[in-house]
């Protein structure tokens, strides 16, 4: 029964008010539940203790372990241990909710006025609601006028965000005196997520909070997605935090740290499945055993940038007790001991990798397998970096979401070269590979495979590119992939033209609208590359919204120009160099499309190499160009007698492409890109007359040109004349290598 206000409990709210003199200001109900899991209460479980109750009562809870996930059910009530009789913080530590990874320790789904949690351990919560918010506390999305979290301790709880606490509808949430620490937030906000501006967090500044060790690969400690944040502790994890630890979407976060608990080092750091992460990880002999541990102590910048070195064999959260995602740090490189050696799975617990707003990160020589997200492999949004030498394998995607493998998304900048993905098959729809909004991507060495859906499921097979991203697809392999929709490349919005280079698309199947699909103002530009699908149609222009074109010169394309659906006002130029033959692929495995001996594809590519950013190696590993001329697609054929090393001579430093439009009258684009896998700082673009005078020059410096760049080029001289009709040479120099090319001004 309710124990009505007696001297004992005037007493006990005595002692209450003294510690906590606003808490009933609002409310006539004063009554206590007492709550002990040995029997002596009015109560053995806590939810028992808040169904009981009303507003403004107080739910008080002796020592003990309940396994419970606790709601506040739309009650304006205050839920605490006999620290708030006592004052005796042993009771902080000895009653404990334990969320036995059922979901929050404490949610609050309906809406309060007033609520309040005081001296608890919350532990081993796992979050709640269809986004997996706060593993300790979830102050969920209806209306929460204020609430207090006091003298907890909130320790080993896991979520997609907030693994600590989210706080996604309280307008202002007080802290006090509560130890945040070993906490885990999949995608933010590992210590604390806070939502938009209208919600506000306070620390107290007297009664000052603890929080550190806590991990996300965004805001490791904190996740602030909109307003101001001051945040005010006594113990975080470094001196001087980072995005890393402290990450605002919008808004700013302010730090006020008394003390902070780990040295950063900034110094190469080594991870092994056979480590300790008591070891100082400064050798390969003193492994850490995580990776998340690796990222919460390393440090680096522009001057000093490190790498995260990952030891022969398997991290994942049953072996190794990894975390995932694994998350990134600005010019930190994750690097494996080979990509057959170094295995991150994620045994379906989140996505691999995510880097968001990482800045010159290299992910090198690993497989990533058995991810599951928005994307389950990697995802890169608003970063730029190199993606080399990756496997990635039987990754899927979570509820309605469609990216399974990679996505570089948001104005990110990336090379992959060398990224091989295999097979998967999903009973929703889902795209092996995601290039959208207004990013750049050089896909170079690549291979897709084996990407399959549930037929009565829509889906693109391999790769789909939206909103202005435009990759450059170079050697590589696109093969054995169904798409409800389309199968190999599915291009909506792209704008500036895609690329593809010496590739071979062949063997994916699709039951609509073609291997390739061009829908509103995309573009495409096939060079030197096998198309050879089911069923017939290999290139569809979409009838709707803007019109769409498509180049080819130097390819094989089965079925020729018949193959190609143009629509709309759509362009299609089909060079007479195309070839429509049986490529006559070797067959078997491993590399079942080399071309064997008298395949019309050898010696068939353009003859003019300069400049075409092909790597020194084709997929097979042999050299890229034999007898004097590339081959079509992503093999060249080597007779078995004459082997050796590859010729690199032909292998250039830059990819200038060939202006656009060509002839002109007014205007110009020209367009470039870089193939040693690093960022351009310094480069010269410079125009000539054919009598060899210098016309107009552009120079790139530091930090403002990419692997890929555009020059438009207006017609006048550096002068801002106009100039005469006629031939102009445009020349590229980078780094000590130079190609040139023609162009033509009309009248």
Known sequence: MKHKLNLFSAIIFLNILLICPNLFSDTNSKNINIVDINGTGDYETIQEGINAASDGDTVLVYPGTYYENVTYNGKNLTLASKYLTTGDESYIDSTIIDGNESGSCILVFQSINKGRVCGFTLQHGSGSGGDVQGGGIYLSYNYISTFYVEHCVIKNNKAVSGGGISSVACQDLYLVNTKIFENFASSSGGGIAKGDSSINVHYSSTNKCDIYNNYAPKGSDI????????????????????????????????????????????????????????????????????????????KSDSTHPNTIHLAEGICSPSQTGEFFAVGGKDYISLVGAGKDKTILDAEHTFSVIKYINISNYKIENLTLKHGVGVTGGITVRYSNGVINNVNLIDNDIRDDYITSHLQIMQYSEAICNNVNIYTSYYEVGAVAVMFDWYSNILFNNCSIKGIKTNEQIGNF???????????????????????????????????????????????????????????????????????????????????????????????????????????????????????????????????????????????????????????????????????????????????????????????????????????????????????DYERVENYTLSIYNTKGQLVRRYKGRANNFSFKTKVNWDGKDSQGREVTPGTYFYKLEYNNNAVVRKMVKLK
């Open 461 to 675: 097979g391999a790769m789909t590119v939206g909103t202005y991203a435009a990759p450059v697809i170079i050697n590589t392999l696109i093969a054995d992939n169904y798409g409800q929709i389309t199968s190999g490349i599915d291009a909506i919005w792209s704008g500036d033209p895609i690329y593809v280079v010496n590739s071979t698309i062949v063997d994916n199947d699709h039951c609509a609208l073609g291997t390739i699909r061009l829908v509103d103002n995309s573009h495409i530009h096939l060079i030197n590359t096998i198309l050879r699908n089911e069923p017939d149609t290999e290139i569809y222009f979409h009838p709707q919204y803007n019109p769409n074109s498509a180049t080819l010169e130097y390819c094989n394309v089965d079925g020729g120009i018949d193959a190609i659906d143009v629509y709309n006002n759509g362009t299609l130029n089909y060079a007479e160099t195309n070839i429509d033959q049986d490529p006559l692929f070797v067959g078997g495995d491993p590399f079942s499309y080399q071309l064997s001996e008298g395949s019309p594809c050898i010696d068939a590519g353009t003859p003019d190499t300069t400049g075409l950013n092909l790597p020194a190696t084709d997929l097979a590993g042999n050299p890229r160009i034999y007898n004097g001329r590339v081959d079509i697609g992503a093999y060249e054929y080597i007779p078995q007698a004459v082997g050796g090393d590859p010729d690199t001579s032909f292998v250039n430093k830059l990819y200038l492409f060939q202006n656009k439009p060509n002839p002109f009258k007014n205007s110009t684009e020209i367009l470039f890109i870089t193939s």
């Open 223 to 298: 996740y602030n997605h909109g307003g101001q944040m001051n945040v005010i502790v006594d113990t975080f994890t470094v001196e001087d935090p980072t995005k890393f630890y402290a990450y605002s979407r919008e808004g700013e976060i302010t730090m006020d740290i008394e003390n902070y608990v780990i040295e950063a080092v900034n110094h190469d750091l080594y991870v092994s499945p056979t480590g300790d992460n008591s070891n100082s990880g400064l050798t390969p002999s003193d492994p850490l055993l995580n990776i998340y541990d690796a990222l919460i102590k390393i």
